[in-house]
């Protein structure tokens, strides 16, 4: 008996109940960055960009979050890379600690950093002496971030390598490429899209980060710190035009990234 071609149809009910729920949740996103966007009006929205401390806290934030993504490539790839191909013993003690900066609440995690990179910490005192300090310094601000933000990296890189066939990297090497080339021909070109999404998560979490920086590096100000200065020391009408400013700069920089970065597939 010829079997049918067509599509089975889909519940109406179905649809409409997970279309409702998800909208929802988009809402619940949008409405508050909306109504914050809203409400600053355009004159504050123009005087805030002619601010010089808001433009050197804007490059600061940004420059700083994508200094920490290209440092956690650096080890977070080929970590992710172990996690997702090789068993060993504790690897799930390893991949709990990755999970440690999600868990751990951020101004604790500051508190824990400065320990290790205040002037009198266990790297930061030696590093002082050749003139390396963090404290109330970017690279402060840069190891706050990487912190906090590198779980975003590695899980969504290891996801990433997982779904690669392996028979394709065995083919590779039976075929005589070695197990570098072998990664960067073929397991690499295949993960790309889920390392590159990853680090764009990383980076966008680097960017929102406010309680480890501010413990290990009050200044130079980020954005989220100067929001929370203005907002304390002046109320919301000083703050809102910059917090405005933030959702909108992130979310077109976050868009145009994934547009480029990641085409959908035809």
Known sequence: MRQSSRMPRRSHLFTWVFGTAGGLLLIFILLPLISAIVAATPQALIQTLSDPQVLDSMRLTFGAAAAATGLAIVGGVPLAYMLARHRFPGKRLVEAIIDLPIVVPHTA????????????????????????????RPLGIIVAMLFVSLPYLVNMSREAFAMVDRELEMTALVEGASEWQAFFLVTLPLAWRGIVSGALMMWARGISEFGAVVIIAYNPKIVPVLIYERFEGFGLTVALPVAALLILTAFVVFFVLRLVLLPEKD
């Open 109 to 136: 995690a500051g508190i824990a950093l400065l320990m290790v990179f205040g002037s009198r910490g266990v790297l930061g005192q030696p590093l002082a002496a050749l003139g390396i300090f963090f404290t109330d």
